[in-house]
Structures are given as structure tokens and as C-alpha cells.
């Protein structure tokens, strides 16, 4: 680019962005503007500004066009809205889709759905370590999409429970690299400053997409046939492949969505795993997302259960109650706490999911009309819906200038398998032993001692809003309006 074209782009630039152009009026010497073309980017691309601090670390960066274009927030819509068809699907309705389709024995189905869980406990942090790696986080995530469409296929088509154990597998470890990797690429989207409240909109539409695709399943389930749940599963699918390949691949900050420091004329930094668990921070949020489901992920369970006991004649409709009347509730609650993260911090509404944990489990223990109980999902639509949003947003705070972003939201994943097992696991043999009273109760204590230890263990994880001239937080990319 020669002086002139620069001088040129430089005038056009902050004359047609107004944030630009009250940044260059107001920067002071600590800080350096610099406005060129973003080295990723082909011909044509937008032009891009800079801020350095006076460390030469890069602080924000913003395209001198609109920060991120309609058509990014549309795909970003649209994958989190269909990637949830297959995900709602799969699970719920595999167990009975073998029994009553496929005529499988108790034991085997058991096998099969016994599969996701190891999966989840042997790759999830890997999986994170790989969308860290890669920059090419929307072929990953489209790869993902269309290898969960073809595990749809394959219940229809798998004769043996081999075939079906590896059709499971597969689909759950798309899924295990699929969360990250929309993650990911969203905080490159959108950057720091803006990823609590895309986040929020990110949970909101997946809730919404599983709540459309447990009604649609259930209707060609009863109408049609029980193949076609996943015969439609499979095409929404490999309609969010498509879709996260409407997403500008010039408009990604790759550094930024992993959470690396990237210096002037240096390569971005990454931490090392050493330096990023010296950070008292995280062990301490891993056990807290290990007390949480381990309070959190039998109580469904338990409460299904009891009752297909208590009225066996209408137990699917009380459980699918059960699961819709969560998932209405997430959707608001989701989409309101990607703001609140914002304007209160993180703390305050982690703590208000995990004190839904243990009023919920006393309700269940203390009273048994089915009406009741079903409305009592209320509450785990609150917590599930606070937790889908702010702990990821956690993670990003404790990853910032590590690298490790994806790594951490692995680590994340791994603590949420192993709670949901111990809570499986003890539940279990609570109830056998004492009844569900005593299943119940118990894990209300374990809710309790999960406030308790988040309340006087975990810090505040929001950095201070100290912003630049051009009314963007330090450190984030300019991108908001995704």
C-alpha cells in the first residue's frame, strides 16, 4: 500500500465510522491507532484498525466497516438453532427408538447409551486443545455438523451393536467439538466485550431449536414413523453445515478466539499449562461445575422415576412436560443473562443457579402431585439456562490472554461428565436404599455445599470496564453487533 493510498484509506476510514473517528480525536500518546488491511483477509476485505498500548500488545480491533455483518449474526442464528435439532433428538429418543422400533434387549440399549459418557470423559479436553489449534473453526464445526447428520443415518441403518456403538460415538464426539468451536468462533466474532450477550442470544436460539425439535420428533414419531425423527434430524443437520459457511471467514480474529496476546511484529502468545492452573481461579470453577451437576443431574432422573411409579399410565407425558417446561423457561433466562453477566458480573448469577439447586431438590422431596413436580422445572430451567451462558463466559474471563480458551472449555466439559456421573451414581443407590426422599435431600446438601464454596472461594471474574477512547473494554475486539 503506498503513502498516498494509506493517507486515502486512513481519511475515508474515520470519516464514515464515527467510532473510529471520535478514537482518533481522543487517543493520547499511551495508545497507537493503526488502520490498514487485515493480513488474513483476500482482496477486498474491509480495512481494519488497530489499537496498540504502549507495550505494543494489541488491545481492540475493529473492521472500519459495520464491526460484524448482518450476515455473520444470521449464521451464527441459524447454527445454533439447527445444531440443537440433532442434539434434542439423538439422545431422548434413541433408548426408545431401539425398544419399541428395533426390539432391543434392556442390556444392550444400556451398552449403547452408556457410550456418549465415556466418550465425553476421554476426548472432551482434547477437543477443546483442537479448536484452539485449528483456524479453521467453521469447516471444523461444518465437519461436525454433517458427521452428527450422518450418526442420524446410521441408528436407521446400524444391524449390530457394534455398528451402533460406533454410529453413538461418533455423534458424541461431534458434539463434544461442536460447542467449543461455535464458542470460539463467536468470541472471534464478536470479541470479549461482546460474548457475554452473544452468548446469551447463542443459548437462547439452541434452547429454542430444541424445543421445535422435540415437538416436530414427537409428531412424526406419532404420525409417521419413528424413522423419520432421525431421517429429519439428519437434514437440520446438514442445514448447519451450511450455514456456518455463510459466516465471512475475514471477520474471525483467530487470536481473539482462543483468547491469545498478540504483540506488534510478534507472534500471539500462548501459555503453557503450567502457567495457565497457576491461576487459583480455575480449580476452584472446575470444582464448583463438578458440585453443581453433581447436585443438579440426577434430580430429573429421580423425579421421572418416580413418577412412572406413582402413575405409570401417563409417565411420557409427565416427563416430556418435565423436559419442555426447562427448556421454555432457559430461553428467556438465557437470553437475559448473556446482559446481566454484563451489567452485574458473573458471580452473582452463578450464584442464583446454584441456589436453585437445593429448593428445587427440597420441592421434589416434599411434595408428590405430578402437576406440582412438573412445575417444579421451572427451577431447573432458571439454573440450566444461568449456567449455559455464564459459564462459558467464566471460561473466557479465566482464559484471557492464555491461548486457551477451547482448552479450558474442554476442562470445563470433562468436570460437568464426571458431576453428572457421581450424581447418576449415588442417586442410584440412595434411592434404593432409602427411597427418593433420601435421593432428593441428599443431593439438596450437596447444592448447598456447592453455594457455599462458590460464595467464599470464587472471586469475581469481569474485568475492570477500563475502555479506550473508542468506548470498547481493553483487550476485545470491536465486533458487537452479532
Same mark, same amino acid.
Given at each position: 500500500?503506498?503513502s498516498?493510498?494509506?493517507?486515502?484509506?486512513?481519511?475515508?476510514? #474515520?470519516?464514515?465510522?464515527?467510532?473510529?473517528?471520535?478514537? #482518533?480525536?481522543?487517543?493520547?500518546?499511551?495508545?497507537?491507532?493503526?488502520?490498514?488491511?487485515c493480513?488474513?483477509?483476500?482482496?477486498?476485505?474491509?480495512?481494519?484498525?488497530?489499537?496498540?498500548?504502549?507495550?505494543?500488545?494489541?488491545?481492540?480491533?475493529?473492521?472500519?466497516?459495520?464491526?460484524?455483518?448482518?450476515?455473520?449474526?444470521?449464521a451464527?442464528?441459524?447454527?445454533?438453532?439447527?445444531? +440443537?435439532?440433532?442434539?434434542?433428538?439423538?439422545?431422548?429418543?434413541?433408548? #426408545?427408538?431401539?425398544?419399541?422400533?428395533? =426390539? !432391543?434387549?434392556?442390556?444392550?440399549?444400556?451398552?449403547?447409551?452408556?457410550v456418549?459418557?465415556?466418550?465425553?470423559?476421554?476426548?472432551?479436553?482434547?477437543?477443546?486443545a483442537?479448536?484452539?489449534?485449528?483456524?479453521r473453526?467453521?469447516?471444523?464445526?461444518?465437519?461436525?455438523?454433517?458427521?452428527?447428520?450422518?450418526?442420524?443415518?446410521g441408528?436407521? =441403518?446400524?444391524?449390530?451393536?457394534?455398528?451402533m456403538?460406533?454410529?453413538?460415538?461418533?455423534?458424541?464426539?461431534?458434539?463434544?467439538?461442536?460447542?467449543?468451536?461455535?464458542?470460539?468462533? #463467536?468470541?472471534?466474532l464478536?470479541?470479549?466485550?461482546?460474548?457475554?450477550?452473544?452468548?446469551?442470544?447463542?443459548?437462547?436460539?439452541?434452547?429454542?431449536?430444541?424445543?421445535?425439535?422435540?415437538?416436530?420428533?414427537?409428531?412424526?414419531?406419532?404420525?409417521?414413523?419413528?424413522?423419520?425423527?432421525?431421517?429429519?434430524?439428519?437434514?437440520?443437520?446438514?442445514?448447519?453445515?451450511?450455514?456456518?459457511?455463510?459466516v465471512?471467514p475475514?471477520d474471525?480474529? =483467530?487470536?481473539?478466539?482462543?483468547?491469545?496476546?498478540?504483540?506488534?511484529?510478534?507472534q500471539?502468545?500462548?501459555?503453557?499449562?503450567?502457567?495457565?492452573?497457576?491461576?487459583?481461579?480455575?480449580?476452584?470453577?472446575?470444582?464448583?461445575?463438578?458440585?453443581?451437576?453433581?447436585?443438579?443431574a440426577?434430580?430429573?432422573?429421580?423425579?421421572?422415576?418416580?413418577?412412572?411409579?406413582?402413575?405409570?399410565?401417563?409417565?411420557?407425558?409427565?416427563t416430556?412436560?418435565?423436559?419442555?417446561?426447562?427448556?421454555?423457561?432457559m430461553?428467556?433466562?438465557a437470553? !437475559?443473562?448473556?446482559?446481566?453477566?454484563?451489567?452485574?458480573?458473573?458471580?452473582?448469577?452463578?450464584?442464583?443457579?446454584?441456589?436453585?439447586?437445593?429448593?428445587?431438590?427440597?420441592?421434589?422431596?416434599s411434595? =408428590?402431585?405430578?402437576?406440582?413436580?412438573?412445575?417444579?422445572?421451572?427451577?431447573?430451567?432458571?439454573?440450566?439456562?444461568?449456567?449455559?451462558?455464564?459459564?462459558?463466559?467464566i471460561?473466557?474471563?479465566?482464559?484471557?490472554?492464555t491461548?486457551?480458551?477451547?482448552?479450558?472449555?474442554?476442562?470445563?466439559?470433562?468436570?460437568?461428565?464426571?458431576?453428572?456421573?457421581?450424581?447418576?451414581?449415588?442417586?442410584?443407590f440412595l434411592?434404593?436404599?432409602?427411597?427418593?426422599?433420601l435421593?432428593?435431600?441428599?443431593?439438596?446438601?450437596?447444592?448447598?455445599?456447592?453455594?457455599?464454596?462458590?460464595?467464599?472461594?470464587?472471586?469475581e471474574?469481569?474485568?475492570?470496564?477500563?475502555?479506550?477512547?473508542?468506548?470498547?473494554?481493553?483487550?476485545?475486539?470491536?465486533?458487537?453487533? +452479532?
Open positions: 500500500m503506498t498516498s493510498e494509506f493517507t486515502t484509506l486512513e481519511r475515508e476510514t #474515520t470519516k464514515k465510522d464515527p467510532i473510529i473517528r471520535r478514537g #482518533t480525536s481522543a487517543l493520547n500518546s499511551n495508545f497507537n491507532l493503526e488502520i490498514g488491511t493480513k488474513a483477509s483476500k482482496q477486498n476485505s474491509p480495512p481494519m484498525c488497530r489499537i496498540y498500548d504502549s507495550s505494543g500488545s494489541l488491545c481492540a480491533q475493529r473492521f472500519a466497516t459495520v464491526a460484524t455483518s448482518r450476515r455473520n449474526s444470521i451464527l442464528d441459524l447454527v445454533n438453532f439447527f445444531k +440443537a435439532d440433532a442434539q434434542a433428538t439423538f439422545g431422548p429418543f434413541l433408548a #426408545t427408538y431401539l425398544l419399541i422400533k428395533r =426390539h !432391543w434387549s434392556i442390556d444392550h440399549i444400556g451398552i449403547v447409551m452408556s456418549p459418557g465415556v466418550v465425553t470423559l476421554l476426548a472432551q479436553t482434547p477437543a477443546g483442537l479448536v484452539d489449534a485449528t483456524k473453526k467453521r469447516e471444523l464445526i461444518a465437519v461436525c455438523a454433517i458427521l452428527m447428520g450422518v450418526a442420524c443415518l441408528v436407521v =441403518h446400524a444391524a449390530s451393536l457394534i455398528m456403538a460406533l454410529t453413538v460415538a461418533v455423534f458424541g464426539l461431534a458434539t463434544i467439538v461442536l460447542a467449543p468451536a461455535i464458542a470460539a468462533l #463467536t468470541l472471534g464478536v470479541g470479549h466485550q461482546g460474548f457475554a450477550r452473544r452468548m446469551g442470544r447463542n443459548e437462547t436460539l439452541s434452547h429454542a431449536g430444541a424445543v421445535a425439535a422435540a415437538t416436530c420428533a414427537g409428531l412424526i414419531g406419532q404420525w409417521f414413523a419413528a424413522d423419520g425423527i432421525f431421517y429429519s434430524a439428519s437434514l437440520v443437520s446438514f442445514a448447519a453445515a451450511v450455514a456456518v459457511m455463510m465471512r475475514q474471525v480474529d =483467530h487470536s481473539l478466539a482462543r483468547s491469545a496476546v498478540v504483540k506488534r511484529g510478534e500471539e502468545h500462548i501459555g503453557s499449562l503450567l502457567e495457565v492452573f497457576a491461576d487459583r481461579r480455575i480449580p476452584i470453577f472446575a470444582v464448583s461445575v463438578i458440585l453443581f451437576h453433581f447436585a443438579n440426577a434430580l430429573l432422573p429421580l423425579v421421572s422415576e418416580m413418577l412412572s411409579k406413582r402413575a405409570p399410565e401417563n409417565a411420557s407425558l409427565y416430556a412436560a418435565c423436559v419442555l417446561i426447562a427448556q421454555m423457561v430461553m428467556p433466562v437470553w !437475559w443473562s448473556g446482559g446481566a453477566a454484563n451489567a452485574t458480573g458473573r458471580k452473582p448469577l452463578f450464584l442464583l443457579a446454584l441456589a436453585m439447586l437445593p429448593a428445587r431438590a427440597c420441592l421434589f422431596a411434595f =408428590h402431585n405430578p402437576y406440582l413436580l412438573t412445575s417444579f422445572q421451572i427451577l431447573d430451567g432458571i439454573s440450566a439456562g444461568i449456567f449455559g451462558v455464564v459459564s462459558v463466559v471460561v473466557s474471563d479465566l482464559a484471557r490472554g491461548g486457551r480458551f477451547n482448552f479450558l472449555q474442554g476442562v470445563t466439559a470433562t468436570c460437568v461428565a464426571i458431576g453428572a456421573s457421581l450424581s447418576n451414581l449415588l442417586a442410584g434411592v434404593e436404599q432409602g427411597g427418593f426422599k435421593g432428593f435431600l441428599t443431593l439438596g446438601l450437596i447444592g448447598v455445599g456447592a453455594f457455599l464454596f462458590f460464595l467464599f472461594m470464587m472471586p471474574t469481569k474485568a475492570h470496564d477500563v475502555r479506550t477512547a473508542f468506548g470498547f473494554e481493553l483487550g476485545s475486539n470491536f465486533a458487537q453487533d +452479532a
